[in-house]
């Protein structure tokens, strides 16, 4: 029986935000660089607090409604409360230390299989993007979840720019290194720094995306300022934080997590709640900042219908976390 399966991206835009949104983000857009320059005394503050975010101008940024969750936003008081970031500690509760990093300069390094390798400026790369907003889910792979709205840019369309060669068959994406203002990276005994990889197909795939705001904003350094991977169908440890290096290459990277427990953690990590963690089942998830309530998990957390013909040639991968 052939059964015809609305997917996601077919229902009509309906709440899309206005373009008044749009000519907003443009105009400040064209102010960014004068900007910067203007916050840039702050930089030495009274109270050791953190300078302005030099990009606050650019948020928000319209809704792309094709993404579209059936489930409540989580708070913003939770998102940006209760994280992991291994480099400022093991507890969920290190967004306070997370302030410690500092994010100008920030230089980004794109090397590898590429056309040219070359350094570039945190600030130049998102002149060159085109910002979004999108709500997507987000699913830890110790069985909790949030559904967050993330801004920035479709991965493909910052890939594209690296000028990748066509001998790239991975996309290796590594955290910054500093064990001076992160703690965590002076405990020996971890890989650091944190690596991540996808297959370029996973790369190219419209889902992922490279997230440098978060509910408006700029993204709070505790969710991976100035720049994170987002890639929902997959656990949450995939979505390397802090990037500091894209690097194109021909072998599958070993990741950090894979390079701390293999057995646990493998390269793929698609969300499946039938393949359970060794140490735990993943049939469900507490939704965070909901008092507990738990949900079935969905194959690809929900996105079976962007991403599964990723995977019909590589059955017999370890696909699942
Ligand atoms: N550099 C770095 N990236 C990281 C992590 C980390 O410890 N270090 N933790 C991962 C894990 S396990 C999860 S669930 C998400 C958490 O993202 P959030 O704090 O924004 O919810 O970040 C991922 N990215
Ligand atoms: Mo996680």
Same mark, same amino acid.
């Given at each position: 029986?052939?059964?015809?399966?609305?997917?996601? %991206?077919?229902?009509?835009?309906?709440?899309?935000?206005?373009?008044?949104?749009?000519?907003?983000?443009?105009?400040?857009?064209?102010?960014?660089?004068?900007?910067?320059?203007?916050?840039?005394?702050?930089?030495?503050?009274?109270? &050791?607090?953190?300078?302005?975010?030099? !990009?606050?101008?650019?948020?928000?940024?319209?809704?792309?409604?094709?993404?579209?969750?059936?489930?409540?936003?989580?708070?913003?008081?939770?998102?940006? !409360?209760?994280?992991?970031?291994?480099?400022?500690?093991?507890?969920?509760?290190?967004?306070?230390?997370?302030?410690?990093?500092?994010?100008?300069?920030?230089?980004?390094?794109?090397?590898?299989?590429?056309?040219?390798?070359?350094?570039?400026?945190?600030?130049?790369?998102?002149?060159?993007?085109?910002?979004?907003?999108?709500?997507?889910?987000?699913?830890?792979?110790?069985?909790?979840?949030?559904?967050?709205?993330?801004?920035?840019?479709?991965?493909?369309?910052?890939?594209? %720019?690296?000028?990748?060669?066509?001998?790239?068959?991975?996309?290796?994406?590594?955290? @910054?290194?500093?064990?001076?203002?992160?703690?965590?990276?002076?405990? #020996?005994?971890?890989?650091?720094?944190?690596?991540?990889?996808?297959?370029?197909?996973?790369?190219?795939?419209?889902?992922?995306?490279?997230? !440098?705001?978060?509910? &408006?904003?700029?993204?709070?350094?505790?969710?991976?300022?100035?720049?994170?991977?987002?890639?929902?169908?997959?656990? &949450? @440890?995939?979505?390397?934080?802090?990037?500091?290096?894209?690097?194109?290459?021909?072998?599958?990277?070993? #990741?950090?997590? *894979?390079?701390?427990?293999?057995? *646990?953690?493998?390269?793929?990590?698609?969300?499946?709640?039938?393949?359970?963690?060794?140490? %735990?089942?993943?049939?469900? +998830? +507490?939704?965070?900042?909901?008092?507990?309530?738990?949900?079935?998990?969905?194959?690809?957390?929900?996105?079976?219908?962007?991403?599964?013909?990723?995977?019909?040639?590589?059955?017999?991968?370890?696909?699942?976390?």
């Amino acid at each position: 029986m052939f059964v015809h399966r609305r997917r996601g %991206w077919e229902i009509p835009e309906r709440e899309a935000t206005p373009e008044s949104q749009w000519t907003r983000r443009h105009a400040l857009g064209a102010g960014l660089a004068a900007g910067a320059s203007v916050l840039a005394p702050s930089l030495v503050s009274a109270q &050791g607090a953190p300078p302005p975010d030099p !990009t606050e101008g650019l948020y928000p940024v319209m809704r792309n409604m094709r993404y579209r969750v059936d489930r409540d936003l989580t708070a913003e008081s939770e998102a940006t !409360t209760y994280n992991n970031f291994y480099e400022f500690g093991t507890s969920k509760s290190i967004w306070r230390a997370a302030q410690a990093l500092p994010l100008r300069p920030w230089e980004v390094r794109i090397d590898g299989l590429v056309e040219r390798p070359r350094t570039v400026g945190f600030d130049d790369i998102l002149k060159a993007m085109t910002l979004e907003e999108r709500v997507y889910r987000f699913r830890c792979v110790e069985a909790w979840a949030m559904t967050v709205p993330w801004s920035g840019f479709p991965l493909r369309q910052f890939v594209e %720019w690296c000028e990748p060669k066509s001998d790239a068959k991975y996309l290796v994406m590594q955290t @910054f290194q500093n064990p001076r203002v992160a703690p965590g990276q002076r405990a #020996t005994w971890y890989p650091w720094p944190y690596t991540e990889g996808l297959a370029m197909d996973e790369a190219m795939n419209e889902l992922s995306f490279i997230a !440098t705001g978060l509910y &408006g904003k700029p993204i709070p350094r505790q969710n991976g300022a100035p720049l994170r991977l987002v890639v929902p169908w997959k656990y &949450g @440890f995939k979505a390397v934080k802090s990037i500091v290096r894209f690097a194109f290459v021909a072998e599958r990277p070993k #990741t950090f997590w *894979e390079g701390l427990q293999a057995s *646990e953690y493998g390269f793929w990590a698609n969300v499946n709640p039938r393949v359970a963690h060794p140490r %735990w089942s993943q049939a469900s +998830e +507490e939704l965070i900042g909901t008092g507990g309530r738990r949900v079935p998990t969905q194959l690809f957390n929900g996105y079976g219908d962007f991403v599964a013909d990723l995977y019909t040639n590589r059955q017999n991968e370890r696909l699942w976390a």
